[in-house]
């Protein structure tokens, strides 16, 4: 399966917008003018048109959140990087306002997809960042949906636990995909019991726990990441996240996840990115 090359503009409203986060939030759209939704494959984007109180027809592009097997609606989670966009249309946008989204563009996942239909490929691991979690939910509602089985490693950095994104979700992406494994790390957080953290971001049940993991306090590293996952070097790697998570800050001399997973022995045809800017 081919991503799309072929672009589209609709109109769609908004009906239904949730908090995920003190500065992001979800937008469920439906089209305006019961048009279809164009295809698209889990880990594509889309562009959103806003006018801005900065430029009339702004846009930015953002992963769609929700898989092309849940017809009728597309979701597009957003956050504020306190850029020129998206605190504007977080704090203007509400319920049957109407935009213009164009769309698919983009690769990102593309490539796993088809080496799992070819049954070359088993194991995934996906490493985000914040709202770099977007095209992961995607895919791993898209694998739920079409009975894929492959095992899914979702490791999921964020400062702490208020930063996260998906809360309510999470518990049941792990209910329904029984080959999902979850790491969070929360790289401000110290010295905090498991209990708590169960029941303040990830509720799940009993018989899920052990497969929800924790690390505090620091950034994850190569060596969290194959002490986890078996088959770690046959495994493929997608990261979505920030500039610096997926490629370090020179200037201080840190690796990004890209560089921790190629010196950890990954090949770099094994490693896939996709970078989100300031929004």
């Given at each position: 399966m081919?991503?799309?090359?072929?672009?589209t503009r609709?109109?769609?409203?908004v009906?239904?917008i949730?908090?995920e986060?003190?500065?992001?939030?979800?937008?469920?759209?439906?089209?305006a003018?019961?048009?279809?939704i164009?295809?698209?494959?889990p880990g594509q984007d889309?562009?959103?048109?806003f006018d801005?109180?900065?430029?009339?027809?702004?846009?930015?592009?953002?992963?769609i959140?929700?898989?092309?097997?849940?017809?009728?609606?597309?979701?597009?989670t957003?956050?504020?990087?306190?850029?020129?966009f998206?605190p504007?249309?977080?704090s203007?946008?509400?319920v049957?306002?109407?935009?213009?989204?164009e769309?698919?563009?983009?690769r990102?996942?593309?490539?796993?997809l088809?080496?799992?239909e070819?049954?070359e490929?088993d194991?995934?691991v996906?490493?985000?960042?914040?709202?770099?979690?977007?095209?992961?939910?995607?895919?791993?509602?898209?694998?739920?949906?079409t009975?894929?089985d492959?095992?899914?490693?979702?490791?999921?950095?964020?400062?702490?636990r208020?930063d996260l994104?998906?809360?309510?979700?999470?518990?049941?992406?792990l209910e329904?995909?029984?080959?999902?494994?979850?790491?969070?790390?929360?790289?401000?957080?110290?010295e905090?019991?498991?209990t708590?953290?169960?029941?303040?971001?990830?509720?799940?049940?009993?018989?899920?726990?052990?497969?929800?993991?924790?690390?505090?306090g620091r950034?994850?590293?190569?060596?969290?990441?194959a002490?986890?996952?078996?088959k770690?070097?046959d495994a493929?790697?997608g990261?979505c996240?920030g500039?610096?998570f997926?490629?370090?800050?020179?200037?201080?001399?840190?690796?990004?996840m890209?560089?921790k997973?190629?010196?950890g022995?990954v090949g770099?045809?094994?490693?896939?990115?996709d970078?989100?800017?300031?929004?």
């Open positions: 081919e991503p799309s090359l072929k672009t609709l109109v769609m409203t009906v239904e949730r908090d986060t003190d500065v992001c939030k979800t937008y469920r759209f439906v089209s003018l019961n048009q279809d164009f295809p698209y494959l889309v562009k959103l048109y801005t109180p900065l430029k009339k027809n702004d846009f930015r592009l953002y992963s959140a929700t898989p092309p097997t849940r017809k009728g609606y597309m979701e597009l957003i956050k504020s990087e306190q850029g020129q998206a504007y249309f977080l203007q946008a509400k049957g306002d109407q935009y213009v989204i769309g698919p563009y983009g990102f996942l593309s490539k796993p088809k080496m799992i070819n049954k490929l194991t995934l996906f490493l985000a960042s914040s709202s770099g979690i977007v095209p992961f939910r995607c895919f791993i509602e898209y694998a739920i949906d009975g894929l492959v095992d899914i490693w979702l490791f999921y950095v964020n400062r702490t208020k994104i998906y809360r309510q979700l999470l518990p049941a992406l329904e995909y029984p080959k999902l494994r979850l790491l969070l790390n929360f790289t401000r957080e110290h905090i019991a498991k708590e953290l169960y029941e303040s971001v990830c509720n799940v049940k009993d018989e899920l726990k052990d497969r929800v993991d924790f690390l505090l950034r994850l590293e190569f060596s969290d990441i002490s986890r996952v078996e770690w070097k493929w790697y990261i996240g500039a610096k997926i490629a370090g800050d020179r200037q201080l001399g840190q690796d990004g890209m560089q997973i190629e010196k022995g770099r045809s094994r490693i896939e990115i970078s989100y800017g300031t929004n």
